[in-house]
């Protein structure tokens, strides 16, 4: 079995949560896009509010003034919470078809049995995993900027909005991360799923938590998602370094699931 072999699986295997994910996100960016008003945000502000309560605004980070720029109210809206929920979906099914599905229903041992060695899959699902989630971001900023400059043309700060989506990037690079290396620890897929879903919905949870009240601040320390920091991206800020350390972050552990499924004893 040739390595192009196993993307075509790939392919066809994730083809269909690769669309919905995509699709939802571009419905979720196009709409929040076209219910910006240049004149002021009054209208948006009194809806959202009227539709959810205080606390639940500010835990989603749905906090913005009447004057917002466009990039800010659609990262409020959408660059939060949101894309988390619906990206993280992507992220726990595919990792777990990558490589621990194929140990525990006997597969592997299929792929095993080819010319190419544990490192040289494990690497090419790695490299096929962090590709498509780089390829969904891709066709969402492409969406976004493509919508915002046919409702809006030259209201978007473009060099902030692809700055949202490089973090975003770098962000589910380094959750998708934890569930690979989860995926390649394990072989079962209860197991895997436990670690791999387990800790990237726990950070959001935490996330939301820390919003909802200022005494617990303190558990954004405890979360990845802190290191996206969008209103420091829009205000053109310090955000470089928490960029390198979400990259460090992703490198690592993609790494160390690939060292790990090569050396360790498989139930097949």
């Known amino acids: 079995m040739k390595l192009s072999s196993l993307l075509k699986f790939n392919i066809k295997q994730n083809y269909g949560i690769f669309t919905i994910i995509s699709g939802v996100m571009i419905l979720y960016v196009t709409v929040i896009i076209n219910m910006y008003d240049p004149k002021g945000l009054d209208e948006l502000i009194a809806l959202a509010n009227f539709k959810m309560s205080s606390e639940l605004m500010t835990a989603f980070g749905f ?139 726990a950070f959001i949870i935490i996330d939301i938590l820390a919003n909802v009240d200022e005494k617990l601040n303190v558990l954004h320390n405890f979360t990845l998602i802190t290191l996206f920091d969008s209103d420091a991206i829009i205000a053109n800020g310090a955000y470089v370094v928490n960029f390198f350390i979400m990259a460090t972050i992703s490198i690592l552990l993609y790494i160390s699931g690939i060292w790990i499924f090569s050396k360790r004893d498989l139930s097949l």
């Open 63 to 201: 906090n913005i003034d009447v004057n917002a720029s466009l990039v800010t109210m659609v990262a409020s809206y959408f660059y939060g919470m949101l894309i988390y929920f619906v990206l993280i979906i992507y992220v726990i099914m595919v990792s777990n078809r990558l490589i621990v599905e194929h140990v525990d229903k006997g597969s592997m041992a299929y792929l095993l049995s080819t010319p190419h060695t544990r490192i040289q899959i494990a690497s090419f699902q790695a490299i096929f995993f962090i590709a498509s989630i780089a390829l969904q971001i891709l066709i969402l900023t492409l969406v976004g900027w493509a919508a915002s400059e046919a409702s809006f043309p030259g209201l978007l700060d473009v060099n902030a909005f692809f700055m949202l989506n490089l973090g975003v990037f770098l962000l589910f690079a380094a959750l998708s991360g934890i569930s690979f290396l989860a995926s390649c620890i394990f072989n079962e897929t209860k197991n895997a799923l436990a670690l791999g879903a387990g800790l990237p919905l």
